[in-house]
Every structure is written in structure tokens, then in C-alpha cells.
T-cell receptor, first 115, second 115 residues
Framework: DAKTTQPNSMESNEEEPVHLPCNHS???????IHWYRQLPSQGPEYVIH???SNVNNRMASLAIAEDRKSSTLILHRATLRDAAVYYC????????????????FGTGTRLQVTL | KAGVTQTPRYLIKTRGQQVTLSCSPI?????VSWYQQTPGQGLQFLFE???????NKGNFPGRFSGRQFSNSRSEMNVSTLELGDSALYLC??????????????FGQGTRLTVV
């Protein structure tokens, strides 16, 4: 599986934007970039995913570099509830319908949000 | 709609015993995956089931096994427990109908302690 590299930890002030980087220099043409986060004492939670174009949803935005070797998860206004470990994951494209593919988690970035 | 349900939430077992963990996926989801989370190794993929068939398997010994029933509910079994099997075991369900629909929904996990 292609690997991702993320900073171990980041800090942010509440109400400010947060940019969480991820490097994936060995990404293949059919790998999707997924982001999950894990809040304390909970299972991981899907945040967003994309292939080539930037993506937005109610939780966050995903900015993907033109060469796809890096991406950035953007939380527009961090809150205390966003304190979590954020995982950037490359997910094999599935050649046919009928099955999901595994998630290969790295160590993630622990985001601390302070008042 | 109800989320992914894992039972039991907490379990204490003795070395050498076996254990069975249960996962009920979201209604309509046909793919169930299992993960092990430890402080040292992080989140690691165990196996994935779709339509009662194991589709993918991680790098774990044969003591770890699983199955899926016709209603998509899944169980995983660990035999001859070792101290190192102490971990949070997470189950994730997804539609399994193609890469665009493979957002995984995680349960809160079963915390297994082996003494």
C-alpha cells in the first residue's frame, strides 16, 4: 500500500482555521485520498475523500495538489470538539462493485485545540 | 438510523482462553471490516467480509478468525489468547457497492483485556 506522512501533532486556537498536511509521494493514479478522525474514546469517523479535485463538505475541505503527491485537510473554524487524531489514508480503488477495500491507518496527526 | 453496534463493550479474559466479539452493521450495509488498535501498533486491519465471504485479510496469525452471517452481522474470534491481544477491536461497516460508496462507519469498539 502507498504510504502517507503526517506531522505527529499540531495545535490550533479555537475559531481559527486549521490546515492539516499529508504527503503521499508514491500515490498511484487510482488511489483515493481519504481522511478519518478519531475522537477520544471513539471509533474513527469519516471526514472527507477525493481523487483529484478539491472537495468540500459540511465538516471540512480537502485541497489536493496538482501532482497529487500531497493534500491538506482544512477545518475552517476549529472548535474544541475537533480535537482528535486525524488520519490521511490512501485507499485502493475498487475495480468492481461489491466490496469495500481496507483502510491502512498511519500514525496520524493529533490536533489540539485551545481556547 | 442506528449506527454500528459492537458487543460487548468491555471484556476481560485470561491467557489461553478464547473470545468472540460481535458486530451489527448499519442496516443495508453488506461489508464489515475488523481492526485492532493498540498503543504500540496503532490501527491495523484484520479482515473484511462481504456477503458472508472473507474478501481481504490482514497480517495476523490464524488465531484470529471471523465470519459473517446472512444478515451481515459479523463475529470475530480469537483463540488461545495472549497478553499482546489486549486491544481495542473496532468494527466498520460500509455499503460495499463501489469505491464512491465506501465510506466506513465505525463502532465504538470492544476493549479486550487479557490477564
Amino acid at each position: 500500500d502507498a504510504k502517507t506522512t503526517q506531522p505527529n501533532s499540531m495545535e490550533s486556537n479555537e475559531e481559527e482555521p486549521v490546515h492539516l498536511p499529508c504527503n503521499h509521494s508514491t500515490i498511484s493514479g487510482t488511489d483515493y485520498i481519504h481522511w478519518y478522525r478519531q475522537l477520544p474514546s471513539q471509533g474513527p469517523e469519516y471526514v472527507i475523500h477525493g481523487l483529484t479535485s478539491n472537495v468540500n463538505n459540511r465538516m471540512a475541505s480537502l485541497a489536493i495538489a496538482e501532482d497529487r503527491k500531497s493534500s491538506t485537510l482544512i477545518l475552517h473554524r476549529a472548535t474544541l470538539r475537533d480535537a482528535a487524531v486525524y488520519y490521511c489514508i490512501l485507499r485502493d480503488a475498487v475495480p468492481n462493485a461489491g466490496t469495500a477495500s481496507k483502510l491502512t491507518f498511519g500514525t496520524g496527526t493529533r490536533l489540539q485545540v485551545t481556547l | 438510523k442506528a449506527g454500528v453496534t459492537q458487543t460487548p463493550r468491555y471484556l476481560i479474559k485470561t491467557r489461553g482462553q478464547q473470545v468472540t466479539l460481535s458486530c451489527s452493521p448499519i442496516s443495508g450495509h453488506r461489508s464489515v471490516s475488523w481492526y485492532q488498535q493498540t498503543p504500540g501498533q496503532g490501527l491495523q486491519f484484520l479482515f473484511e467480509y462481504f456477503s458472508e465471504t472473507q474478501r481481504n485479510k490482514g497480517n495476523f496469525p490464524g488465531r484470529f478468525s471471523g465470519r459473517q452471517f446472512s444478515n451481515s452481522r459479523s463475529e470475530m474470534n480469537v483463540s488461545t489468547l495472549e497478553l499482546g491481544d489486549s486491544a481495542l477491536y473496532l468494527c466498520a461497516s460500509s455499503l460495499g457497492t463501489g469505491v464512491m460508496n465506501t465510506e466506513a462507519f465505525f463502532g465504538q469498539g470492544t476493549r479486550l483485556t487479557v490477564v
